[in-house]
C-alpha cells in the first residue's frame, strides 16, 4: 500500500529557506498528480504547488511563486518543496499528496487527492 513520507520541516527566521521531501513508498503504480498543501491553524487546507508526474509541468499558488519551487526525482519516488524568502505567513502543516489528473494537468482540489502524507511543521519567524 503506498504511502507518503515528508520530511525537512523545521523553524527558520524570515528570509530564510527550507526544503521539503516527500517519498512515495510502496508504490505499484504512479499517481499522474503530486502536490503540495499546507494548513494554518484556523484556517482551511490549501494548495501550495503541484507536480504533473509524467512531464514534469509545474503550478503554485500566486502567494509562493517566484518563491517556492516543486520539484520531482522519478528514479527515488521523491518529491521536493525548496522554500525560500519565507514569511512569517508560511507557517503551517504541510502536507504531500498524491491524486489524479484531469486533461492532464493537476487540480488544485483536495478532494482529488487520494494518499496524503502525515504532515511537517514549518514555522517561520518574524
Known amino acids: 500500500q503506498e504511502r507518503l513520507v515528508e520530511t525537512g520541516g523545521g523553524s527558520v527566521q524570515a528570509g530564510g529557506s527550507l526544503r521539503l521531501s516527500c517519498a512515495a513508498v510502496?508504490?505499484?503504480?504512479?499517481?499522474?498528480?503530486m502536490g503540495w498543501f499546507r494548513q494554518a491553524p484556523g484556517k482551511e487546507r490549501e494548495v501550495v504547488a503541484r507536480i504533473y508526474v509524467f512531464d514534469g509541468t509545474t503550478e503554485y499558488a500566486d502567494s509562493v511563486k517566484g518563491r517556492f519551487t516543486v520539484s520531482q526525482d522519478n528514479a527515488k519516488n521523491t518529491m521536493y518543496l525548496q522554500m525560500d524568502s519565507l514569511t512569517p505567513e508560511d507557517t503551517a502543516m504541510y502536507y504531500c499528496?498524491?491524486?489524479?489528473?484531469?486533461?492532464?494537468?493537476?487540480?488544485?482540489?483536495?478532494?482529488?487527492?487520494?494518499?496524503w502524507g502525515q504532515g511537517t511543521q514549518v514555522t517561520v519567524a518574524s
Open positions: 499528496a498524491a491524486g489524479v489528473s484531469r486533461e492532464w494537468r493537476c487540480p488544485p482540489d483536495t478532494y482529488l487527492y487520494h494518499t
Open positions: 510502496g508504490v505499484t503504480s504512479k499517481s499522474a498528480c
